[in-house]
């Protein structure tokens, strides 16, 4: 691996570390079409001294298809941040695809980041399979050796937790401790099942949220009609919304600070352009982070085909009432819905059709000698409990901490108290 740029700089008496480097574009060698060959990933290394002898810590940020944070200085002391950087120098990694990783977006109507590949969909779509957890892993190990690092600790958060349980799965001698929050991916298990018990979980919190705000069943069922009378209710910037996209504010109820803002978007006049605006700003799947939409259901499929999981499982139940909100359910209507989206249209069919690869392998997990804690959410709207309980068994040094005091974005939330507990947990 050659560095391509190190740049090092001071803020608010922390310091930082910027560090971009070439990694393998396809570094399994599945793709069957002729891709570049490599492709380059950012990361940024933050530490309260110049020249830290801590030990690293590597965030793993939740999506699939989001860069890292970007803290503001003074770091919050209630964060997660300020937990980590008592312990550890935290490296934040933009995973390939995202932030100053080779991103991959549009714009006037065409694919961008991936010029190299062409415009044919089937040949985008297998570029696209080489952005799942697998290969940010791979990633993440040609940044450690560059780094001189014998071995480092993760912190997952959702998605992150994905990856960082493929990195005990693939390379665990380059693990001190490893750290999960918002859950743990389901094993061998078709997603459409999955997405069956979050569309159960929905389901209650849709229910909980019209009985805190009465009148909001009565707003949505308004909204909803107005976006099914035509074409959609139209957004900034020449997007659209439908019922179905609508119902996708659901996403709000895995927060815990979620349903008021719920609320308050609802009480706004529909017809007015502070509500369109806020309404575009709160749609999970959109322009800003492409990647969500198109290979978000493909980080469940360990050794399945997704085809639309999420639609493939929704009850009738939720089918009949569109007043039962949707969380990270994504489908099709997003990418003919957003101009910036619908050039991704075809190209996600194809990554939905297509069958992928096994992420894990239990006897690898089970064999880890690498000790960590999980913070599994009894009420998290995203991640099953129980499949969050069930792949944990395969993790003997993790120690796992179920609670309902935090939905899914517990870290976010209430971070340095999460971390302190994971890391109490962790080392006894």
Not at 313 to 320: G, K, L, S
Not at 321 to 333: F, Y
Request: charged share 20%.
């Amino acid at each position: 691996m050659s560095a391509v740029d190190q740049h090092s700089w001071t803020r608010g008496g922390l310091h930082f570390r910027d560090v971009t480097f070439d990694a393998g574009f396809d570094h399994f060698g599945r793709a069957q079409v002729s891709l570049p060959e490599t492709l380059n990933v950012f990361a940024r290394i933050i530490a309260t001294e110049a020249d830290s002898q801590k030990p690293c810590l590597v965030f793993l940020q939740g999506g699939p298809g989001v860069e890292a944070p970007r803290p503001v200085t003074p770091v919050s002391p209630g964060s997660w941040l300020a937990r980590a950087l008592e312990d550890f120098q935290v490296i934040m990694l933009d995973q390939r695809g995202t932030g100053r990783s080779s991103p991959i977006g549009s714009t006037a109507g065409s694919i961008t980041g991936l010029e190299a590949v062409g415009e044919d969909p089937s040949a985008i779509a297998e570029a696209l399979a080489c952005f799942r957890a697998d290969s940010i892993v791979e990633d993440a190990e040609i940044l450690r050796n560059h780094l001189g690092v014998d071995s480092w600790s993760l912190l997952g958060q959702s998605f992150g937790g994905f990856t960082a349980l493929r990195y005990v799965s693939a390379h665990a001698s380059s693990l001190d401790e490893v750290y999960f929050t918002g859950g743990l991916p389901a094993i061998g298990i078709d997603p459409a099942a999955i997405y069956g018990r979050t569309w159960q979980g929905m389901i209650r919190k849709s229910e909980q949220h019209y009985r805190a705000f009465p009148g909001d069943r009565e707003r949505m069922a308004r909204l909803i009609d107005l976006a099914e009378s035509g074409d959609g209710i139209a957004l900034p910037g020449g997007a659209r919304a439908t019922g179905e996209r609508i119902r996708l504010l659901g996403h709000y109820l895995g927060s815990s600070d979620g349903p008021e803002k719920l609320h308050y978007l609802l009480d706004l006049d529909p017809a007015s352009a502070a509500f369109r605006h806020d309404l575009a700003a709160a749609l999970p799947f959109s322009g800003r982070n492409p990647l969500y939409a198109i290979v978000h259901e493909s980080c469940w499929a360990d050794g399945s085909t997704t085809n639309w999981a999420a639609r493939r499982a929704m009850p009738d139940q939720v089918r009949e009432d569109l007043t039962l909100l949707a969380g990270e359910h994504a489908g099709p209507e997003s990418l003919h819905e957003d101009p910036e989206l619908t050039p991704f249209a075809e190209v996600a069919e194809l990554v939905a059709g297509r069958q992928w690869p096994q992420l894990y392998d239990v006897a690898a997990l089970q064999a880890a000698d690498v000790r960590g804690a999980a913070a599994v959410y009894f009420e998290d709207a995203y991640v099953p409990v129980e499949h969050s309980l069930a792949t944990v068994e395969h993790l003997g040094g993790v120690e796992p901490w179920v609670t309902n005091e935090y939905e899914h974005n517990g870290l976010r939330a209430d971070g340095y108290r999460v971390l302190d507990r994971l890391i109490g947990l962790a080392r006894g």
